[in-house]
């Protein structure tokens, strides 16, 4: 269950060692490092459509299947305004139809999107891509980093 559990906790652990001086690239790196740690369960090298599904359950607040916005970015409760933009726009990444509701049908879209090579299956060389594609994506909103900072 703590797997992608850093999604969400991105934002509070990524820097909390944060060594001035080191580039966005290795920032990022060792973000990338921590994530990829608490997803791949099994240590098998790959990261699962079972493990996916696994990681967001916890969100679920209410069990109906279907993670708001609202559960997804409560979940953890964050002082940082800059980090509570963050989780919003992570949500809409994962939410993948863009009908503001995280289910079954994003999860298969998130996966494939997270598929670099389109091999049915998601290593570690395709999350690391996928996730430099999001902390690059959402730089603007975190400053390369500097306001995931806790």
């Known amino acids: 269950m703590a797997a992608f559990k850093l999604i969400v906790l991105l934002g509070i652990f990524c820097c909390s060692s944060f060594v001035h001086g080191q580039t966005t690239h290795e920032l990022y790196e060792r973000m990338i490092d921590d994530i990829w740690s608490s997803s791949d369960d099994n240590d098998d090298g790959i990261f699962s459509q079972f493990e996916l599904i696994k990681t967001f359950s916890g969100y679920d607040t209410n069990g109906d299947g279907t993670i708001t916005r609202h559960e997804y970015v409560n979940h ?35 996966y494939t ?15 690391y891509k996928f996730w430099h594609e999001v902390l690059h994506k959402t730089s603007h909103i975190h400053h390369n980093g500097l306001y995931l900072h806790n």
């Open 113 to 127: 999107k997270m598929d670099k090579d389109c091999d049915g299956i998601v290593t570690k060389a395709d999350f």
């Open 76 to 110: 953890v409760q964050v002082p940082s305004e800059h980090v509570h933009r963050y989780l919003h726009a992570l949500f809409d990444i994962f939410d993948v139809n863009g009908d503001h509701h995280f289910n079954h049908h994003d999860y298969h879209g998130l």
